[in-house]
Structures are given as C-alpha cells and as structure tokens.
C-alpha cells in the first residue's frame, strides 16, 4: 500500500460515493474505482460495500480506513517538522468565507505576519460555511475561519461572538436599532442567489417575515463599501467590520433583536503544523486582548 491509495482509501470514506471522493481528489471517479478494487485485491479483503447510489465501509474497511488516517497524519506530522524552522517556502493556507475574509485580512493577518514574516499565508476562498469546511476536509486548507456550527467531525476555537450590524448610505431615514422587519422593502446587497451564504440570509429572512428588495448581489467583498458607499443599497454584515465603514462615511446601525453569530478557526482531528498552531495563538491572544 502507498500514500496515494492511503488517501484513496480515506476519502472515500469520507464522502461515501466514489463521485464525490473523485471530485475531491481530482481523478476520474472509473480510476478511482480502480484503484480501490485493486487494493481490495491486493489485501484481500473488501473495504466498501455497494449502498444505494454510495458506498459504506465495511467492518474490514473500518480498521483499515482508521489506520490509513493515523498514517497520513504521521506524515503530516513529519511535514510540520520541517516548517518549523520556517523554511523560504512555508505557507500556511486559511479558508475563508466572503464576509469573514475582510476581517482576516485587516486583524489576523498582519498581526501573525509581524511576529512571523517568513511564513507566506494564501487565504482559500470560500462562498460559505460549507465550503469552508470542505477544503479543510480535503486538505486545501490548514485552517478556516467561518461562522459556527459546523460538523462534529472539526475541531473548533471560538474567537468571539460577532454582531450582524447593518450599514447604510448617509440619509437614510432609519432609527438605530433597527428593527429588524423594518428591512422589507430596504434595498440590500446580498451574496450571490444559490450560494450558501444567501441560503443562510434568505433563512434570516424567512424567520423574521422579512422581505427585502436586493437590488445587487456580488460576492465580490472588496466592493461591498463602495456600493454602498454610492447609494444602491444597505449591508448586513459584522460589528468587527463598523469601523471602516464609519471612515467610508457610511453610516452602522445595529438590529433589534440583536443577531449574534460566534466565530471560531476551525481545523481538522489532526496535529497541526508549527506555523498553523502559531498563528491559532496569535488569533486567540488578540480576541483576548
């Protein structure tokens, strides 16, 4: 058995189709397929079983899938031994979601590169919670930032709790707070119609009886001000993001009730590497500052 069959062999179990499992790893699912029945040859025994349109593990499988994890961790492991010494090429990979990133980038980031300014950081875009939690699933993340909850199978560090406030062109006749059904009828910048993040809104929405008029819906972060700035449209977005806003000359109001939602990096059930741990600490010690 070699690597590449230890993560065929855990993705598969992860995602319980071999389309989806394809998909993540970026093969043709028939190679994939393949390749796992020739392991199930070569060990002798087999590891998923055909379940409707899906696969499950089989008892067999089970302990094999649970030793192929050990095993890729191990190796990550001796991967973040080399990263400790920062070497030229060290990155650290952090996913993100739209209305998060802007924070990240403004707090996180250049306190975490002050300390450690020999560590590249690229920053995974993700149009929700999900996606988040899908590339740190299949490893194209080392770490994510998203609202909570998310699937047991994550480790989270909350970081704070962040209120949704909402921010407006200047002359916008409102009280503050503002209720929040007073938003039917406003004219809102939401996220773009199908993604993950909308669906969260359009739920928002649906509780309160809200029915607002979304007259643009981008999730394109860096323009979010500035289209507000211009007088199309209001935007629900977090407390952490106000001052800027204020210095747009755009005006923040809260919401009555106040919505909150905790914010938290999340990870996998893996030993991180030296350069992710470093950063979790960096962001825990601002929060608490």
């Known amino acids: 058995?070699?690597?590449?069959?230890?993560?065929?062999?855990?993705?598969?179990?992860?995602?319980?189709?071999m389309t989806d499992a394809a998909r993540s790893l970026y093969i043709a699912q028939p190679a994939l397929s393949r390749a796992i029945r020739d392991l199930e040859r070569e060990l002798g025994m087999t590891l998923f079983a055909r379940s409707g349109r899906g696969v499950v593990v089989t008892p067999q499988g089970r302990r094999v899938v649970k030793l192929a994890r050990e095993a890729l961790n191990a190796i990550?492991?001796?991967?973040?031994?080399?990263t400790h010494g920062h070497a030229p090429d060290a990155e650290l990979r952090i996913a993100a979601t739209p209305s998060l990133e802007p924070g990240l980038s403004a707090r996180l980031l250049p306190a975490y590169t002050a300390e450690h300014p020999g560590v590249r950081v690229h920053i995974v875009r993700c149009d929700g919670r999900e996606a988040v939690v899908t590339a740190i699933r299949e490893q194209r993340a080392d770490l994510g930032l998203t609202d909570l909850p998310v699937p047991a199978d994550l480790i989270t560090r909350p970081l704070e709790r962040q209120e949704i406030v909402l921010i407006s062109p200047p002359g916008l006749e409102l009280p503050d707070p503002v209720p929040i059904g007073s938003l039917s009828g406003l004219h809102l910048l939401?996220?773009?119609?199908?993604?993950?993040r909308r669906r969260e809104f359009d739920a928002l929405f649906a509780k309160y009886g809200v029915s607002p008029a979304g007259t643009l819906e981008t999730d394109e972060t860096g323009g979010w001000l500035t289209a507000v700035r211009s007088g199309i449209a209001s935007l629900l977005w977090y407390r952490?993001?106000?001052?800027?806003?204020?210095?747009?000359?755009?005006?923040?109001?809260?919401?009555?009730?106040?919505?909150?939602?905790?914010?938290?990096?999340v990870h996998a059930r893996r030993r991180l590497s030296a350069i992710a741990q470093e950063f979790l600490a960096v962001a825990e010690k601002g929060t608490a500052a």
């Open 190 to 196: 939401l996220p773009a119609a199908g993604t993950a």
């Open 1 to 17: 058995m070699n690597l590449q069959q230890l993560r065929y062999v855990v993705a598969t179990a992860e995602h319980r189709t």
């Open 240 to 265: 952490a993001m106000a001052e800027q806003a204020v210095r747009a000359g755009l005006v923040v109001r809260a919401l009555d009730p106040s919505i909150r939602r905790v914010v938290a990096i």
């Open 76 to 82: 990550h492991e001796i991967e973040s031994l080399a």
